[in-house]
């Protein structure tokens, strides 16, 4: 009987031996999501993109890696400068754009459009038609280009200028309106594709023909250098620039203040810098003087004369340092002066006329670079 007890109770002491070591407690981490491990699950983590922990840093990744792939394939350069810069917006866009700010420009100013047949639109279409016609970049809308006199700036409605004819018919014929607006404190001109846009308070700062080339010049070389798809491109890369310094915590004000001193304001100081360039060059293609650039400036440095805020700031450069290098690249532009044989024809016969006026009147006293307009 004992030997019989032994083996009876041996199992019920070995049962629970075992059920002991069954239901011990042990350890299991914690997890935000743990994975099932009832019926369907097996306590593991599922495999896969997304099961791995990294997959937000590798979708972060390839979204850098994306675009900037997008934005080197968008990098082009400025033809006439040879600048790199990103533009993913097209010439159908730009064209658009004009079209839309010559529209609010009427509807904004109604009742201050100057007249096409008024004197001071005439002078006005006929240099922006000077310039176009130059550079082969289309024609004034409605306007037939006349012959000037290269002294006392008289046009003559009846006769058309050779120069302005043959080079016109080289183009596309993109026509071009000119919008003058009779503001006098509006110190301003603008120019978008195939839109011209001038505010007669920029006209006594211009004083004369070659100021007033100067200022359209400028402002069809933003256009020739297509700053406006610049602009609205950068927009894109803006907006980039603000998520990811939003990413790292910095406040959406504080990062669009510095996107606007690091990126915005540089590059459109740089688009200034650049439309001078082009301006000038596009002004002596025109047979105007080059001369009139830097003094048009130092005429608007006067104005600007303790309103100018720090150049860092701002979205133009100082007028003061675009005098200075407007007169550095002076002898690249009088080179194409000279090169250009209509200019060198005119320049002749402003000398003739000048030296005839001489002879006749030899007590009137004349300034050589008086233009009267």
């Known amino acids: 009987m004992f030997c019989s007890w032994r083996r009876i109770n041996a199992s019920p002491f070995k049962h629970l031996a075992s059920r002991s070591l069954s239901q011990r407690p042990r350890y299991v981490r914690f997890e935000i999501n743990p994975t099932p491990s009832g019926p369907g699950g097996n306590g593991k983590r599922p495999k896969g993109f997304f099961g791995s922990r990294t997959w937000p840093m590798k979708v972060g990744a390839g979204l850098i890696g994306a675009g900037a792939v997008y934005y080197v394939t968008h990098l ?19 064209a658009k754009m004009g079209d839309l700010t010559r529209q609010q420009t009427y509807q904004e100013y109604q009742g201050q459009i100057v007249p096409p047949h008024h004197p001071v639109s005439i002078h006005v279409r006929r240099v922006v038609s ?5 550079s082969n970049l289309g024609v004034v809308k409605g306007h037939t280009p006349v012959v000037q006199s290269p002294i006392d700036n008289v046009w003559n409605p009846d006769a058309t200028s050779e120069y302005t004819r043959s080079d016109a018919t080289l183009g596309d014929q993109r026509e071009w309106d000119v919008v003058v607006v009779n503001d006098q404190k509006m110190i301003n001109a603008a120019a978008l594709p195939g839109t011209v846009i001038v505010f007669t308070g920029i006209l006594p700062v211009c004083r004369d023909e070659r100021g007033l080339a100067a200022v359209l010049s400028h402002e069809i070389a933003h256009v020739v250098a297509r700053h406006s798809a610049e602009r609205l491109s950068s927009q894109a890369v803006a907006i980039a620039f603000m998520i990811v310094l939003a990413a790292f915590g910095l406040d959406l004000g504080i990062s669009s203040l510095i996107h606007s001193l690091l990126l915005d ?10 439309a001078d360039i082009i301006g000038i060059r596009l002004m002596a293609k025109a047979c105007y003087d080059p001369k009139g650039a830097p003094e048009m400036f130092s005429r608007l440095a ?33 080179n194409i002066l000279a090169a250009n044989p209509n200019c060198a024809r005119i320049q002749d016969e402003a000398t003739a ?21």
Request: no cysteine; charged share 30%; hydrophobic share 30%.
């Open 302 to 334: 006067q104005l600007e004369s303790g309103r100018r805020a720090p150049q860092f700031m701002t979205t133009h450069p100082t007028s003061e340092s675009r005098v200075k290098y407007l007169e550095q690249i002076l002898p690249e532009a009088y």
């Open 130 to 134: 000077q310039i176009l016609a130059a």
């Open 353 to 373: 006329f000048r030296d005839m006026a001489r002879m006749r009147s030899p007590g009137r006293p004349r300034d050589d670079d008086e233009e009267v307009w």
């Open 76 to 94: 082009e350069q400025v033809p006439e400068t040879g600048r790199w810069r990103f533009i993913n917006v097209g010439p159908t866009v730009e």
């Open 265 to 274: 304001l540089p590059n459109s100081r740089t688009q200034e810098r650049e």
